[in-house]
């Protein structure tokens, strides 16, 4: 790895550790998600569920942008055929998902893997495929709980970029990042059973 490679590694991965759906309702609205929330989990949904949408909607900005910000200027210097690259597109997740400031705090990293996939455009094939699964499994095949749902969305996404994108290291990128996420929801895990229903059909 270059020092150029490995700056981009480091910022990404610390970019993720802001735990912004921890630290901004605990600050500005005295809410702990983390122990307000079901499954304490210091996420963008629970964000939106214990401390009101306003603030729901400025975590997901801020969540979205510390995968994008990194990622997008290292798509634009450094060369991203290198397998370096991977290490780049994954670290902002890995930082989410273990903070260096404390490695149990970290999320799922669900939306901060949305924000690395728009830092890769203008190849858009990543993301239209993560946003593709998780809209289908929750408007049309209908999973839940959410454990499942994206259990089943980050593996058939990494089998859709296996398939369609041809650079390797931006493919083991989404592997990293598939992996990370999976892990995390396993971690958190509370024994829930899978459901599935088809848009329309009865309860």
Not at 49 to 70: H, Q, S
Request: glycine share 10%; proline share 5%; net charge positive.
């Amino acid at each position: 790895m270059t020092t150029r490679e490995i700056l981009f590694v480091v910022a990404g991965y610390l970019s993720g550790s802001v735990l912004y759906g921890y630290l901004l309702p605990k600050y500005f609205k005295k809410v702990d998600v983390t122990k307000e929330s079901d499954d304490g989990n210091p996420g963008t949904a629970n964000v939106f569920k214990c401390a009101g949408v306003p603030m729901g909607i400025l975590v997901l900005c801020l969540e979205l942008l510390k995968g994008f910000i990194p990622v997008h200027l290292a798509f634009g210097a450094v060369d991203p055929a290198r397998s370096a690259f991977a290490l780049i597109l994954a670290a902002p997740v890995l930082g989410h998902a273990y903070p260096f400031w404390n490695l149990k705090k970290g999320g799922k990293s669900i939306a901060v893997s949305f924000g690395v996939l728009l830092g890769l455009l203008p190849i858009w094939t990543p993301v239209l495929l993560l946003a593709a699964f998780y809209l289908g499994f929750s408007l049309i095949i209908i999973i839940q709980p959410h454990f499942f749902r994206s259990v089943i969305t980050f593996l058939l996404f990494f089998a859709g970029v296996l398939c369609t994108v041809p650079k390797e290291s931006i493919v083991a990128g989404c592997l990293g990042i598939s992996l990370i996420v999976i892990h995390k929801h396993f971690v958190r895990y509370q024994g829930e059973k899978l459901k599935i229903r088809i848009l329309g059909s009865a309860r």
